[in-house]
Antibody, heavy 118, light 110 residues
Framework: VQLVESGGGLVKSGGSLRLSCVAS????????MNWVRQAPGKGLEWVSSISGSSRYIVYADSIKGRFFISRDNAQRSVYLQMDSLTIEDTAVYYC????????????WGRGTLVTVSS | FMLTQPHSVSESPGKTITISCTRNSGNIASNYVQWYQQRPGSSPTNMIFEDNQRPSGVPDRFSGSIDSSSNSAFLTISGLRTEDEADYYC??????????FGGGTKLTVL
């Protein structure tokens, strides 16, 4: 299993960014995918989940209405569109695969760093 | 709900340590608890799922449990090694399928 995130970078407060995660090594369309972030020196914070069919999408309250998750199973990719960014959104963003049967994140990417400046 | 972990713990090599994860509302047994290890500069790795199950490849020095009386989950690491030095996070979920992480515990193996 391999998950490779991209799209991070430096953006000004109020700006937008789109993260991508390309997956390989498993049946992507059968797998729920998640985004989890980690601010510098801080703990893990779950951001959003999307089911294999995109039928079920869930967001953390902290980003609801500003971030939007989507996926393209043909491209084996999951995306996170981030709008109205604030300094508090500065973090490493990880793409993570949920196990099929359990509420567990069994595989993680290496993350992509998003830095929001004032 | 929230999951509260001690900020840091420390112990000597060869010893046993237990890290707690306390749920502030709702029953700890209502939703399974998972544990992740994050070494410095690395991504998290799942160490325990469904309260006490170990993924293949995780040493049996790692074990998980829950205690309803304290409304807490526990990660126990026996035979501590310097390579166990890392941050450990507990994780559960609510009825709306929102994932919840504890604040993390920094383990130092002296």
């Amino acid at each position: 299993v391999q998950l490779v995130e991209s799209g991070g970078g430096l953006v000004k407060s109020g700006g937008s960014l789109r993260l991508s995660c390309v997956a390989s090594g498993f049946v992507f369309s059968d797998s729920d995918m998640n985004w989890v972030r980690q601010a510098p020196g801080k703990g893990l914070e779950w951001v959003s989940s999307i089911s294999g069919s995109s039928r079920y999408i869930v967001y953390a309250d902290s980003i609801k209405g500003r971030f939007f998750i989507s996926r393209d199973n043909a491209q084996r990719s999951v995306y996170l569109q981030m709008d109205s960014l604030t300094i508090e959104d500065t973090a490493v963003y990880y793409c993570a695969k949920k196990t099929s049967d359990y509420f567990t994140l069994e595989d993680w990417g290496r993350g992509t760093l998003v830095t929001v400046s004032s | 709900f929230m999951l509260t972990q001690p900020h840091s713990v420390s112990e000597s090599p060869g010893k046993t340590i237990t890290i707690s994860c306390t749920r502030n509302s709702g029953n700890i047994a209502s939703n399974y608890v998972q544990w992740y290890q994050q070494r410095p500069g690395s991504s998290p790795t799942n160490m325990i799922f469904e309260d006490n199950q170990r993924p293949s490849g995780v040493p049996d020095r790692f074990s998980g449990s829950i205690d309803s009386s304290s409304n807490s989950a526990f990660l126990t690491i026996s035979g501590l090694r310097t390579e166990d030095e890392a941050d450990y996070y507990c994780q559960s979920y609510d009825g709306n399928k929102h994932w919840v992480f504890g604040g993390g515990t920094k383990l130092t193996v002296l």
